[in-house]
């Protein structure tokens, strides 16, 4: 009995340096994001099985035109589309050979195939980058008393879609509606007495208290840490910064360092 050789899992392949034509092999991940600054050809395999399904996704500025191995065009992609096509033969070797494929997951939003990855979703997933982000305080900074105060997260680690305002609001602004897991830890100088109160809390668009940790200090004169971490839901444009109070009686300090005050942000897909 013949046996199929195994075809590689759906793990994007990123290819950011390409230019003019590519030719993809059998051997390829069967999902390919592009990234080109120029109109670029991509021409699928002529071998294979019947049934392969690839994935081609256009994150460049320029059109991506898709053909079967015999440079029949497919389908054009403009920036941020995506297209997903299956073999219908063994070894396709015509555009003919291959049908948009819908079914397998891609919102399908029109009869051509084609998903803009800005606001469509495939196989559940939004294809085009989810927030990561990254921020923390690189100095002290003074928390007064019994006065819920923003913290200035001055400093990024990664932001990868510019969301988080590091300079002037200290808000992350949502590109995009979704959920949002929001890990954040505030860092206290000893100078809290047992049995004050700390609260940590996530608010949106500046007026809202969407999460809150309140916490009673078990230890007099010593670091202490304090987190808060919610799954979040935002519309595009909505802001959340993070506040802190404690009501030891005169301003206490918050750590500037990267492991004490920090916040973590990611889009779930």
């Known amino acids: 009995m013949a046996v199929q050789s195994p075809r590689k899992p759906q793990f994007a392949n990123v290819r950011s340096s390409e230019s003019g034509t590519v030719t993809l092999t059998s051997s390829d991940y069967r999902w390919q994001i592009f990234n080109a600054s120029a109109a670029l050809t991509v021409n699928l395999p002529g071998g294979g099985i019947a049934g392969d399904v690839w994935i081609i996704e256009n994150r460049g500025s320029g ?15 403009n920036q941020n589309d995506v297209y997903g096509t299956a073999s219908v033969q063994a070894a396709p070797t015509s555009s003919a050979h291959w049908r948009k494929a819908a079914g397998f997951g891609l919102a399908d939003s029109t009869s051509s195939g ?75 100088s000893g100078s809290l007495t047992a049995g004050n109160i700390v609260q940590v809390s996530l608010r949106k668009n500046g007026t809202t208290s969407i999460s809150y940790v309140l916490y009673r200090v ?30 030891s009686g005169g301003a206490v300090n918050i750590y500037g360092d990267s492991n004490y005050t920090r916040l973590s942000i990611v889009e779930l897909l």
Do not use: P
């Not at 606001?119 to 019994?146: H, L, P, W």
């Open 63 to 77: 059109a991506l035109t898709l053909k079967s191995s015999d440079a029949s065009t497919i389908a054009t992609l």
């Open 218 to 247: 078990g230890d007099t004169g010593v670091d202490q840490t304090f987190a808060i971490n919610d799954i979040v839901s935002l519309s595009s444009t909505d802001t959340v910064d993070v506040l802190v109070y404690q009501n």
């Open 114 to 188: 084609l998903v803009n990855t800005t606001s469509q979703t495939f196989s559940g997933r939004k294809s085009a980058g989810n927030s990561k982000v990254k921020v923390y305080r690189s100095s002290a900074q003074s928390i007064s008393n019994a006065s819920a105060t923003v913290i200035q997260f001055n400093a990024s680690t990664f932001d990868t879609n510019s969301e988080f305002d590091t300079s002037s609001t200290y808000k992350f602004t949502a590109g995009r509606t979704g959920y949002y897991q929001f890990n954040g830890i505030v860092g206290f």
